[in-house]
């Protein structure tokens, strides 16, 4: 190697540790900048700012437990008990929890000491443990107290208005009405409600005990009234997840069967014309490239709601999706089968039957599955939108701002359909194509 030849390799070597040295050091600066022009596009010290813990303490504390309200009308004086605040929550004339005494001033203990107290002539007085004792009085629309002007911060005073938040429950007190909310742990009238005369029986006691209800067997009646709650809608519920599902299989099910055979159009295999072929490719990518939520609310204006809406949304979206998946397969057929059975005197429907199907069989049942699990996802925001399946429950539970235990149950059953839509889908796919996942 002559000197000019070692002077080239030499200068290569430079250049190229240069350009590392460029790299190392551009890099981490292109990362440094994207990360502040993040912080201040997505305006992260305002979102701080506004951030309300204690909302999301008592967001998170809806979800797994319950709320008995204590409700007294100041203008009548009438006091209520109710889970979850619901008429159909009420509890019946005549009873009420045992964690509440007395009649002319009603008693009620949240735990821990801390005591609500309603009196007569709109008076309540609250105890609580460190703090002392406040007193509060409904005059018409203004509410007096004695509480201070530097008050704490678990303390919201007004003139119309007065929260207060303790660990054990939050007392509100407005013009109209005073209201206590005592939180317990669990999802109760999960199973049934007071109108039920199984409510407060045990499990052990309906399946193996005396017959509860004199018209009905135990199990049978425990099923009915379950099924039938008027607060949890368990029928309602399992009706909106057979939406949800049969929403995505005939989404899912009519897009393979409207893409297959434009999928021959599109391949250049089998449709040797261009002009046919460009058509076709730009149709697919017209219908794929619009999310089917944009098609949702495309097809809810001109149809109205309903999970059929969301269906077709999802059929027009995967038409695409499945054409081009599909068009790509047939490019990729072994020709040999076909001359094989060409070569029997079939004629080309027979040879794309029995030559070209066979080959793709396990491509497209693979992603017709694939997409069958994923549009279950998808079916759930679509339905929200089209007013349809277990998506449109979730969406009322969540615009109330107070039935979070609802949302919980939803999202949780959501899950478990999806994940059984996975294993589902896969020993299907494992039958079918002759292997498992």
């Known amino acids: 190697m002559t000197t000019t030849d070692l002077n080239l390799v030499k200068a290569d070597a430079d250049a190229l540790f240069v350009r590392k040295r460029m790299f190392a050091v551009a890099f981490p600066a292109i990362i440094l900048a994207y990360f502040v022009y993040i912080f201040f596009a997505f305006d992260i010290p305002g979102l701080t700012k506004r951030a309300n813990w204690e909302n999301a303490v008592t967001l998170a504390s809806d979800i797994w437990s319950y709320k008995t309200h204590v409700t007294r009308d100041n203008l009548s004086g009438e006091v209520t008990y109710a889970v979850e605040g619901e008429r159909k929550g009420t509890y019946p004339k005549g009873q009420r929890p045992d964690w509440i005494t007395g009649d002319d001033i009603i008693t009620i203990d949240l735990g821990r000491d801390t005591i609500v107290r309603l009196l007569p002539d709109q008076r309540t007085e609250i105890e609580v443990p460190g703090f ?152 697919f990518d017209f219908v794929r490239g619009v999310d089917a939520l944009i098609w949702t609310v495309v097809l809810a204006r001109a149809f109205g709601p309903g999970p059929l809406t969301g269906s077709l949304a999802i059929l027009i979206t995967d038409t695409g999706t499945f054409g081009k998946i599909f068009s790509e397969a047939l490019e990729n057929v072994d020709q040999k089968q076909i001359e094989g059975i060409s070569s029997t005197g079939a004629k080309p429907f027979q040879r794309y039957r029995f030559g070209v199907i066979p080959q793709i069989i396990p ?61 589902f889908s896969g020993w299907l796919r494992g039958k079918l194509i002759g292997r498992k996942d």
């Open 363 to 423: 491509i497209l049942l693979a992603q017709i599955l694939y997409f069958l699990e994923s549009n279950t996802r998808s079916a759930t925001i679509i339905g929200a939108i089209t007013g349809g399946g277990i998506g449109l429950m979730l969406t009322q539970a969540i615009q109330t701002q107070k039935d979070w235990e609802e949302v919980a149950y939803y999202i949780i059953l959501i899950v478990v359909m999806v994940m059984t839509m996975d294993s």
């Open 132 to 283: 002392g004792l406040i007193e509060a009085q409904a005059k018409g629309r203004q509410i007096t107290t004695n509480l201070q002007e530097d008050a704490p911060d678990w303390i919201n005073s007004a003139n119309r208005r007065v929260a207060i938040t303790t660990p054990e429950g939050r007392i509100t007190i407005t013009g109209s009405k005073t209201e206590v909310f005592n939180y317990f742990p669990g999802w109760e009238l999960f199973w049934f409600t007071f109108d039920s005369p199984y409510h407060g029986h045990s499990m052990f006691e309906i399946l193996s005990g005396d017959r509860i209800d004199p018209t009905r067997p135990n199990i049978s009646g425990a099923v009915s009234d379950w099924w039938n709650n008027a607060i949890w809608r368990h029928k309602d519920v399992a009706w909106a997840i057979g939406e949800t599902i049969l929403m995505a299989f005939l989404g899912t099910m009519g897009a393979a069967i409207l893409a297959l055979p434009l999928a021959f159009l599109a391949a250049k295999r089998f449709a040797p014309v261009m002009i046919v072929r460009a058509a076709t490719r730009r149709l």
